[in-house]
Nanobody, 123 residues
């Protein structure tokens, strides 16, 4: 079965960086667009960024544009989220997800989800 496993979360201070990883198995990884979402306590889950099948196209939410970068390594079946300049408002559980679409910012268009990894940014 399809599995997406996130790692790399943790507790950091404002201004620090973190790199999240998502390892995929059970699917033809290069045929899936990949996305990163996050959910803060008491809030709805929101899109953070997404990357197309080949990695040639990316999308970012305005709140993270210029600070976060999505990348992928199809040979390793992995997708990454480099987060720089972290802010307390970035505190959330971060999820990776896979879509059969080339690229999507919409949660409803994703087919598979990881279990999430906690990112906490202290001020």
């Amino acid at each position: 079965q399809v599995q997406l496993v996130e790692s790399g979360g943790g507790l950091v201070q404002a201004g620090d960086s973190l790199r999240l990883s998502c390892a995929a198995s059970g699917l033809t990884f290069s045929n899936y667009g990949m996305g990163w979402f996050r959910q803060a306590p008491g809030k709805e889950r929101e899109s953070v960024g997404a990357i197309s099948w080949s990695g040639g196209t990316t999308f970012y939410a305005d709140s993270v544009k210029g600070r976060f970068t999505c990348s992928r390594d199809n040979a390793k079946n992995a997708v990454y989220l480099q987060m720089n300049g972290l802010k307390p408002e970035d505190t959330a559980v971060y999820y990776c997800a896979a879509t059969r679409r080339r690229l999507s910012r919409w949660e409803s268009e994703y087919d598979y989800w990881g279990q999430g990894t906690q990112v906490t940014v202290s001020s």
